[in-house]
Each structure stands twice: as C-alpha cells, then as structure tokens.
C-alpha cells in the first residue's frame, strides 16, 4: 500500500482508503466512506459518509461528496454516492447523497463534473458525461450516458436527459430531452440531431439519416405523440435506435421539448 495522505487531513479509522492514492490538506473523510486505488483528493476536500469512490477518480479543491440531501424530509437514513471509475469532479462541485425514496445518488465512469456544478439527491448520472460549470441538476434526475451539459444550465427534478443528448449553456430544462437530440432556447427546444457528438462516437451515416426521420415523425406537428410513437413502431420495426427512442418517451413523465 503507497498511500500518501496529508497530515492535515482528518481520515476516519472506519473508512477504507485504495492503494496508491493521495490525500490534500485539510480534506476530511468521514465514516463509512470507501475510495478506490490510485485516486488523486486535492485540498479542502468534504468526502462524507456514504460516499462510494471508484479507481482513478481525480477530485479537486473544496468539493463537497455524498453530504447530505437538501431535503426537509430527510432524517439522516442511511444512503449512498457512488462515483464511478475515472472521473474528474472539478473545484468546489456538491454532490448529494440519495433519500429514503432510492438510498443512492450515482455519477458513472469517465465523467468530467466541472467547478459549482451540483448533483441533487437520488440523481443518477450515466457514463461518460460532462456537466460544464454551474450546471444545476434537481432531485431524482436521470441523465443518459455520453450527455454534455452547457455551463449554467439547470434541470427540473425528476427530469430525464436521453443518452447521446447535448444541452447549449445557459438554459432551462423544464421537461424531458430526448435521446441524441441538440437543444437551446427559453424555453429549450429541439435544434436537431447532436451531429458532431454521434459522429465522434461512431454512429454513421445511415444512423443520421434514421435518427433524423425518427424525429421528423416526432415533431412535424402532423401526429401526437402517441401517434407518432406508433408510426415509429411500424416504419422501424426493431430497430435499436428507434427503440432507445420509444423506451425514453415511455419513461417521460415530464413531457418532452417542443421544435
């Protein structure tokens, strides 16, 4: 074991520590806490009790982890934040452990969490995301993988962010944003395919080209939205991308962004 941890920091003898990693000044990591091997906690760091820290995660100056949930309902049950392997929470970042409702609150692996951005409780972040600095997400809010969050946006709670979706800076998500989709606008509105995110992940071009006539069915205003998931059924039996997008609208329970 080659774990360096300042003589500042205040470690509970009741935490498991990894392999490998480094501990700032003045960090303190409560009870019933565990971190993975080769983690890099910079200074001033708040790791509190529940906090599940996966390998090779980097936390910066001042974050706040798995503290307790900004809910008046919340009576100190036992519950967990799950960080996964990889990721990077950057300067003064707060996330909140879950509620009695789910007893967990996750970020997923490779994840850049940049400065004052704050996950509520009961979130549940997928892999591979970027939430930019200041992004606000509400209690019980569901964030498919490989999402990217623009700089002061903020989500409703209970709202859903679909997989492979981008939100530009600066807005509001009221209510659910579809998978793969591009979106802007007060209020937030469909944009289009995020293009240049799903060709940098590898979707073709025949991938675009039926994402974008999945879409055109969805909102060109000549169908509901029960309608148009049962054309979508039809045009693109079986289909994995026509069915990712069939299961999150049968998920939405906040309604979906408008064109």
Not at 22 to 45: A, H, K, M, Q, Y
Not at 228 to 247: G, P, T
Request: net charge neutral.
């Amino acid at each position: 074991m080659n774990t360096l941890i300042h003589p500042s920091a205040i470690i509970s003898n009741k935490a498991q520590i990894g392999n490998n990693t480094t501990i700032g000044p003045f960090t303190i990591v409560e009870d019933n806490v565990i971190i993975g091997d080769d983690c890099i906690i910079g200074p001033n760091v708040g790791i509190y009790e529940g906090a599940r820290i996966g390998k090779r995660v980097k936390i910066y100056q001042g974050a706040s982890i798995s503290n307790h949930p900004q809910d008046l309902k919340f009576a100190n049950e036992e519950s967990i934040f799950e960080v996964g392997d990889d990721t990077v929470i950057r300067e003064f970042a707060t996330l909140h452990r879950g509620t009695k409702e789910t007893k967990i609150s996750k970020v997923g692996k490779n994840c850049l969490l940049m400065a004052y951005s704050h996950v509520a409780h009961d979130c549940m972040v997928g892999d591979n995301c970027i939430l930019a600095n200041s992004v606000q997400l509400g209690g019980h809010v569901e964030i498919g993988d490989w999402v990217i969050i623009g700089g002061g946006s903020m989500v409703h709670q209970f709202g859903k962010v679909g997989m492979h979706a981008m939100i530009g800076g600066g807005y509001r998500a009221v209510v659910d944003v579809p998978p793969f989709v591009l979106t802007a606008g007060d209020p937030l509105k469909f944009e289009g395919l995020n293009t240049i995110g799903l060709r940098r992940r590898g979707f073709t071009n025949d991938d675009i080209y039926k994402l974008k006539n999945i879409y055109q069915i969805i909102f060109s205003g000549d169908l509901n939205l029960t309608q148009a998931k049962q054309k979508i059924r039809e045009d693109f039996k079986d289909d994995n991308l026509a069915n990712a997008v069939l299961e999150f609208l049968g998920k939405s329970t906040r309604g979906i962004i408008k064109k």
